[in-house]
């Protein structure tokens, strides 16, 4: 039994810890705001992946008024007991030692979602201090370690107990989390919820004391309640979900499947409960297994017509709500970054699972089979209409040597890693923009009007918009499956847009766009979006901007103190001059651009899909559900 090897002589030490305080960035990725939340997952973690080995049912996250965060869990506590190598208590060594940890020994873990060891100790090093408290063979055992990992207090026995579990307490380092130091209610929320519906039957309760809010989430049908909450308010094509909870020899495979009449396709996959946004053969071995069945189903229905279609896996995709979870022993990635999966006994596994359920469930369920092939041929039918179009406006660039849209003012630069492209709201924008800003590698694209939102059209309806087309052309790379970065033309595409509601929308709207038409860009890094200040104020000769209350507060009471200052409050970017916009906005020596990443597609997605798809309740309930947190309803 894995509760009998679990010793100290679980913890095998790999290396010690080194330089974690002088690059952090190596470890969690950066110091900015991803970086932060990085370090409750790293906790957090190690209590899924006690749930995930079957000793725990219950965790806690908490977040105090001062900056701690708590993880408690009920699963068997961290060793306390000598481990024979080094002569260090086991829970010293989690915390202290880089590589330390119960998951290299695969008695203890069969399967583990984290960063195999680092965590407990990266984090150690990066915050003020890590309180731990260990239940485990009727002592409660706690031990205090303060910044880099030096031990505070030795290993102490304060009570006893009937329970078994871990609780660690930390709080992160200001001095390394110099940009930010305040953790993101939605983000840990989704976090956790999403953590929930991968563990089916764990509860998993989110305390925010900061805001005086508390929520509890379980789901004891796991990923199958996943993909009903996704298509609650959604017309259902098939109204029973697809679900199987199969294994194929070591690997489990959890899969929930449904589709709505929307256009667009949700699949969202995992490995171990790390979001692997850019799939990998897990996702391959789905992709075949759905194309094979689907087909050999619909030539066993289509009596008498030997052409039945033949359906591609983007005829299948469309209006899919999938859910992939599995859980390997052993999983490779491609890269670092964890985002993509190698192992080819995936693929293997997941077709066999799916393949051999999904042709019983279309058999089982005539009604929903038909449902999801007419789907299908829908989807057929506009894919080719979409194609047609798409090699229509090919051959018409082909034959139009100027086919850069007419309103584009390209730059002088054809080299994309300095060239930049600004998509602007509005002609009057769009004039200051192109009068301001350096030829030599800043492209202008003025918008009329809202982008068309591709979240609620067919592609063909998509392709034909002009606003769509003129964004298209000017990049360059083309869209979708064949989207080709080599030929990108611009290295930055900005976003443009005023510093209010309207602007908002339009930038959610080809934010929209960008994921949902050529997601590589984001993925690549090449999204950005201007931050436009909100205020001028000036005394005088002395002039300056701020791009947000709290510094312009910081402006009048302190550089304009004794001054008679007046204040400009900027609702369009139309409003300042050409110079103006250039200083504040297009400058690269004092310009401040946010990069648009995908750290997590499974929320990204489902933040666009109900703020941009067809039912307005959920943009109403997200609206009052966030109404608090905001500070300026214009920015």
């Not at 790293?42 to 000793?55: P, Q, T």
């Not at 809010?213 to 098939?238: A, M, W």
């Not at 058999?363 to 089979?369: F, G, N, Q, R, T």
């Not at 900027?570 to 916009?581: A, R, V």
Request: hydrophobic residues 35%; charged residues 30%.
């Amino acid at each position: 039994m894995a509760e009998q090897n679990y010793g100290a002589e679980s913890i095998k030490v790999l290396k010690g810890l080194e330089a974690v305080r002088k690059r952090p960035g190596m470890y969690i990725g950066s110091t900015s705001k991803s970086g932060l939340h990085h370090l409750v997952w790293e906790i957090l973690d190690n209590s899924i992946d006690e749930a995930m080995a079957g000793f725990a049912d219950k965790i806690t996250l908490t977040l105090t008024k001062d900056g701690e965060v708590i993880v408690e869990d009920n699963g068997r506590g961290i060793p306390v007991g000598v481990q024979q190598d080094s002569g260090k208590s086991a829970l010293e060594l989690v915390f202290t030692q880089l590589h330390a940890g119960g998951k290299f020994d695969s008695d203890s873990y069969k399967i583990s979602g984290g960063l195999h060891g680092v965590g407990a100790s990266v984090v150690n090093a990066l915050s003020l201090y890590v309180d731990v408290e260990v239940k485990r063979e009727g002592k409660i055992h706690k031990q205090i370690f303060s910044a880099g990992g030096t031990i505070q207090t030795e290993i102490e026995i304060i009570g006893e107990t009937v329970q078994t579990g871990t609780k660690v307490r930390f709080k992160p380092d200001p001095e390394i989390f110099t940009e930010v130091i305040d953790y993101d209610y939605e983000t840990v929320r989704n976090k956790v919820k999403q953590l929930s519906y991968l563990n089916k039957g764990l509860v998993i309760q989110f305390n925010d004391e900061r805001i005086d809010r508390s929520i509890e989430y379980h789901f004891p049908n796991g990923i199958l309640d996943y993909v009903k909450e996704k298509n609650e308010t959604k017309q259902k094509i098939n109204p029973s979900v697809y679900y199987i909870d199969g294994k194929y020899g070591d690997i489990e495979v959890e899969v929930a499947l449904q589709y709505n009449a929307e256009y667009q396709e949700s699949l969202i996959t995992f490995v171990n409960n790390i979001n692997t946004h850019e799939g990998g053969t897990h996702e391959d071995g789905l992709r075949q297994a759905l194309v094979r069945v689907l087909n050999r189903y619909a030539e066993k229905v289509a009596i008498g017509n030997k052409q039945a279609a033949k359906y591609s896996w983007d005829d299948i995709k469309e209006g899919m709500v999938c859910i992939v979870s599995i859980r390997h022993t052993d999983p490779q990635y491609e890269g670092q970054t964890k985002t993509k999966l190698a192992n080819p006994d995936a693929k293997k596994a997941v077709d066999v699972v799916v393949g051999d359920s999904f042709e019983e469930f279309l058999l089982k369920s005539p009604e929903d089979a038909k449902a999801i092939l007419d789907k299908n041929a829908n989807a057929q039918k506009a894919r080719i209409a979409a194609q047609r179009a798409r090699e229509e406006t090919r051959r018409k660039s082909a034959l139009d040597t100027f086919s850069l849209p007419g309103k584009l003012a390209d730059c002088e630069s054809k080299d994309p890693s300095i060239a930049e492209l600004y998509l602007v709201e509005g002609d009057s924008a769009g004039g200051s923009a192109k009068t301001g800003r350096n030829r030599k590698f800043q492209a202008i694209l003025p918008l009329r009007g809202k982008v068309l939102n591709v979240e609620r059209v067919a592609e063909v309806r998509a392709f034909a918009n002009a606003e769509i087309k003129s964004i298209v052309t000017a990049i360059g790379t083309g869209i979708k499956e064949e989207l080709d970065l080599s030929k990108i033309r611009y290295g930055k595409i900005v976003i443009m847009t005023d510093a209010d509601v309207d602007g908002a929308h339009i930038r959610t709207l080809l934010l929209t766009f960008f994921y949902r038409y050529m997601k590589q860009l984001v993925d690549n890094g090449n999204i950005y979006i201007a931050q436009p200040p909100l205020f001028k104020i000036e005394a005088g000769k002395k002039v300056e901007y701020a791009y947000s209350d709290a510094e312009l507060e910081n402006f009048k009471q302190n550089e304009f103190k004794d001054s008679r200052y007046t204040i400009q409050r900027y609702k369009g970017l139309g409003e300042m001059d050409p110079i103006q916009l250039w200083e504040t906005t297009m400058d690269p020596e004092k310009r401040t651009m946010l990069q648009i990443t995908h750290e997590d597609a499974a929320i990204a997605n489902e933040v666009f899909s109900d703020l941009m798809g067809e039912d307005p309740e959920l943009r109403r309930n997200y609206i009052q559900e966030n109404a608090e947190f905001v500070e300026n309803i214009d920015f």
